[in-house]
């Protein structure tokens, strides 16, 4: 699904490239290397959100390679970062999960708190689903903020899709309910279901997520099919947690990680991998519907370091 264009992935990590990746070379070039180097490049990668767990890993593989000689100049440690840093993810299935044969629809339930552009990147899976030749229908099953359904609305009339709603402060589960019978009874291919903004911390709306997920399934097998968490690339450790959490009690199956474009920081995307094993499926690399990517780890450490 979605074919990278790795222009536009690199220009959606200008401000990482230009940041994150411009200061290391600064901090690197031209320099023999040496524990004091060593030792501010470990800070340097902290600060920018890499994740003190693959931090530490890198370091002592910097450490060891210089121990043996085999890495003495500040340039050769910007390729050695290169080159480890596409080798720590593992091979996963980073595509969305289809429904079993012959059962329509595809099922993906949006979960996330409140801020972290969840509406917007519902509106940019939509828009990817569409060039695909894929029917959509939307459920607006945040029934708690009369803002969220409108929102929803907007992207909906420019997407040319419809959107079943409910009553304000109604059971987002029957909203769910009937969003599944539409869907079915309409032959859609792809049913999004956008969920209340939720911490972790509230059972109450844990519960209500839950309650979701049981109702569609009766509606549809195996559903939902794929149920993806929005994390805020831009809110650094926050984002960590939230995947740590919704990992824990959601049921989580991919993570879609959006604002990327909004942040010198896209060193996020490591410490989110060593922090949950939720792959990365999809990331928000601009502010349109079309500003979405397919989550490659290679094309992706190729658009940091590009330049």
Same mark, same amino acid.
């Given at each position: ?5 790795f ?12 940041v994150?990746v411009?200061?290391l070379?600064s ?15 470990e800070r ?6 890499v994740?003190v767990?693959a ?8 450490r060891e ?8 100049? *500040?340039? %050769? $440690? =910007? ?7 596409k080798a720590?993810?593992? +091979?996963q299935d #980073?595509? @969305?999960?289809p429904?079993p044969p ?7 339930l949006?979960?996330g ?8 990147s519902i ?10 030749g894929?029917?959509?229908?939307l459920?607006a099953c945040d ?7 409108r929102?929803?609305e907007i992207?909906?009339?420019?997407l040319g ?7 304000q402060?109604?059971d987002?589960?029957?909203v ?7 869907a079915?009874?309409r *032959?859609? %291919? $792809? =049913?999004?279901?956008?969920?209340a903004g939720?911490?972790?911390t509230?059972? +109450?709306?844990? #519960?209500? @997520?839950e ?5 569609t ?10 149920t993806?968490?929005v ?9 960590l ?10 049921g989580?199956t991919?993570?879609?990680?959006s604002?990327l474009?909004?942040?010198?920081k896209g ?5 989110i991998?060593d922090?949950?094993?939720i792959?990365?499926?999809f990331i928000?690399v ?5 500003d979405?990517?397919p989550?490659d ?7 940091m370091f590009?330049?």
């Open positions: 699904m979605l074919k990278s264009v222009s536009s992935l690199k220009r959606g990590l200008t401000k990482t490239r230009t994150f411009g200061g070379r901090l690197l070039l031209g320099r023999r290397l040496d524990e004091a180097l060593i030792k501010d490049l340097r990668l902290i600060e920018s959100d994740g767990k931090t530490r890993r890198l370091m002592d593989g910097i390679d210089h121990r043996k000689g085999e890495l003495t100049r *500040g340039e %050769d $440690v =910007l390729e050695f970062l290169k080159r480890e840093l720590m993810w593992p +091979p #980073r595509e @969305l999960r429904p012959g059962v329509k629809p595809q099922v993906i949006v979960t708190i409140n801020g972290v552009g969840k509406t917007t509106a940019k899976l939509c828009h990817a689903l569409r060039q695909e894929r029917s959509v229908l459920g029934t708690f903020r009369a803002g969220a359904v929102q929803l992207w909906a009339e420019r899709v419809a959107v079943v709603k409910g009553q402060g109604g987002p589960a029957a769910a309910f009937d969003a599944c019978s539409a079915k009874s *032959g859609v %291919d $792809v =049913l999004i279901l956008d969920t939720r911490l972790h509230q059972d +109450p709306l844990m #519960r209500q @997520l309650k979701i997920r049981k109702v399934e009766k509606q549809v097998p195996d559903a939902p099919h794929e993806l968490l994390l805020d690339a831009t809110s650094g450790q926050n984002a947690r939230q995947a740590e959490e919704f990992h824990k009690s959601a989580v991919g993570i879609f990680l604002k474009d909004g942040t010198a060193g996020i995307v490591i410490a991998k922090a949950s094993d792959p990365v499926k928000g601009g502010e349109t519907p079309a979405i990517e989550f780890p290679e094309r992706f450490i190729e658009a590009e330049g």
